[in-house]
């Protein structure tokens, strides 16, 4: 943390972040901030501009225009320094599967500099955590999903990042393991540690703080999924998805 | 009695020493939607490629339209539609390029038989000269559910339709297979979203190679055995190392943002009021607690805890 995000506990603020490809604008003047340790939710069709806005967000890619600081850093000519302080997982990439899951974490712990003694301590207490300790020389390979998906969880906040991106993690896996996924990241949460977080389902948009839903590179709400239930007169956070996009649409055709 | 269409009896497959299906039992009747819900590894996919006749079962016996699915494949071929989980279409072909090689395969002809898939191919025809691979998520499963419509199979076999797409592609996808259904085909549908069962007329909530009930989703709702509670509060994570300590609780576990609670069926199991006064003794205040009718996905979790050789 430094002295800039010290200041208002903002971990992101985005200021009319806009990415134009060519003629196409991927993000439409994006404005949004994020507390320090709150769950935000970034939803939108496919399509919508999430990826995009969450790659500049990472330090990946330089937007055409706006103000975006991220951990307190500029993305424009701090993007090193911030991917130091950022952790990421996706459910289509996250762990290596020849390797074993403690080469993972010596692997991933390397990336970030870490020194040996630290990554082990934390991956044992990591696996404690998770009762599996007895799994430390197992091939990722041989894992059952919702093992390797907490495991991938654990191994993308192993430096301690000040955020964690995680991008559609819970794909596919059963009901409890998603709960006991969720239980892990309010942990995360309460430690302190930011959690920003893209999905596809909208029933886990009901765990997150607040939810920004993108619609054709705009923000088009943002809220509690509370509120944004009141707002919109409906009964669950897909019902104002459906009626967001929905509107969106019938604007298209007239 | 209704028409069968599918029936599956002791149906068990191994791959080396892992055991992907244990036995199964089931049976779809004619015109209905029939959803094996369950997470990824539960067996779906195995299952999906025996009754499609693209692998053979290792024990049991499956049969649909009263075929089987061993001895008769090359007659099923001909009357199933099958969209695997994967998208399994030609990259390099264009849209229409792909519907047409699959009516070539079936040998059928597009114009003949265009009205079957006239709803769904219409709304990516504009899109007809484009290479598969461009396409987005939900624009891609189009164009795979014409293709395995466009022979006019009996019976629709989808795999996970619904996975990686959007809200809005995932409502209109279960539209069109409620349009498909009025059709009068039978179409069996797997998926690991538990909200997408409720959509399907019967389900068959699927574990680790196995079915744990079948039935339609009101009947599995209203053979929940216990009461849930949902409890709201800030420190939910207190909520959570609370409630799992007392006594006669089943289970507490995060929905959305509040805890639901399912308690064992006694009378000494807590009532709402009493988990309340708890929860303010230990100084948490200002939560509220309700007593809520049981989801599916409170039945699947409840079911999920009741099979012994839990790996996790």
């Known amino acids: 943390m430094n002295e800039a995000e010290e200041k208002n506990g903002k971990v992101i603020e985005a200021v009319e972040l806009v990415k134009r490809f060519g003629n196409f604008v991927a993000n439409d003047r994006l404005t949004f901030s994020v507390q320090r340790g709150e769950i935000f939710g970034f939803l939108g069709a496919n399509g919508a501009g999430k990826t995009t806005a969450m790659r500049i967000l990472c330090g990946l890619s330089k937007p055409t225009s706006g103000k975006i600081r991220v951990a307190g850093y500029d993305v424009y000519t701090q993007s090193e320094k911030i991917k130091q302080r950022i952790g990421y997982m996706s459910q289509r990439f996250s762990l290596y599967e020849d390797l074993t899951v403690w080469e993972n974490f010596r692997f991933f712990g390397g990336i970030y500099r870490m020194k040996s003694a630290l990554i082990r301590e934390r991956a044992d207490r990591m696996l404690g955590r998770l009762g599996i300790l007895e799994l430390r020389d197992t091939v990722i390979a041989s894992l059952p999903p919702g093992i390797r998906q907490k495991l991938a969880f654990s191994i993308a906040i192993l430096h301690e990042p000040e955020i964690v991106f995680l991008d559609e993690p819970t794909g596919g896996v059963d009901p409890v393991t998603r709960r006991q996924f969720w239980e892990m990241i309010y942990e995360a949460a309460a430690s302190g540690i930011t959690v920003f977080v893209t999905t596809h389902y909208m029933d886990e948009a009901e765990y997150c703080n607040r939810i920004s839903i993108m619609v054709d590179g705009k923000i088009e709400a943002l809220d509690t999924p509370e509120q944004l239930k009141k707002t919109y007169n409906a009964g669950s956070m897909n019902d104002v998805f459906l009626k967001l996009a929905r509107r969106n649409e019938e604007q298209k055709k007239e | ?312």
Not at chain 2, 23 to 36: A, P, R, T, Y
Not at chain 2, 135 to 145: E, R
Not at chain 2, 282 to 306: N, P, W
């Open chain 2, 1 to 312: 009695m209704p028409d069968v269409s599918i029936t599956g009896e002791g149906v068990g497959k191994s791959y080396g020493t892992t055991t992907a299906l244990k036995g199964l039992d089931f049976s779809v009747n004619k015109g209905e939607i029939f959803g094996f819900i369950g997470p990824d590894g539960a067996g779906k996919t195995t299952l999906f490629r025996i009754l499609t006749t693209l692998l053979l079962p290792g024990s049991g016996k499956v049969s649909v339209e009263g075929y089987d699915v061993v001895k008769d494949y090359r007659i099923l071929r001909r009357i199933l539609g099958y969209m695997p989980g994967k998208f399994s279409l030609y990259h390099d072909l264009s849209v229409e390029e792909n519907l047409r090689f699959f009516a070539g395969i079936f040998g059928v002809d597009v114009h003949e038989n265009y009205h079957l898939v006239k709803d769904i191919y219409s709304q990516i025809e504009p899109f007809a000269k484009r290479r598969a691979g461009k396409l987005s998520g939900g624009m891609k499963q189009k164009l795979a559910l014409s293709c395995a419509l466009i022979h006019k199979p009996v019976v629709l076999v989808l795999d996970e339709p619904t996975t990686g797409v959007d809200a809005v592609s995932r409502r209109e996808f279960w539209e069109m297979l409620l349009r498909l259904k009025s059709g009068g085909i039978t179409i069996v549908v797997s998926t690991p979203y538990m909200d997408e069962a409720m959509r399907c007329d019967r389900v068959a909530l699927m574990q680790q190679g196995s079915i744990m009930t079948t039935g339609t989703p009101q009947e599995i709702i209203a053979a929940f055995p216990r009461k849930i509670y949902r409890i709201k509060g800030s420190g939910i994570l207190d909520i959570l190392r609370l409630t799992r300590n007392m006594k006669y609780i089943r289970s507490a576990e995060l929905f959305g943002d509040a805890v639901h609670i399912s308690t064992e069926n006694t009378d000494q199991a807590p009532t709402a009021g009493e988990i309340s006064q708890y929860l303010s003794a230990q100084g948490l205040s200002g939560h509220t607690i309700k007593e809520v009718v049981a989801g599916i996905e409170d039945c699947f979790i409840d079911r999920m805890k009741q099979q012994p050789d839990k790996h996790e």
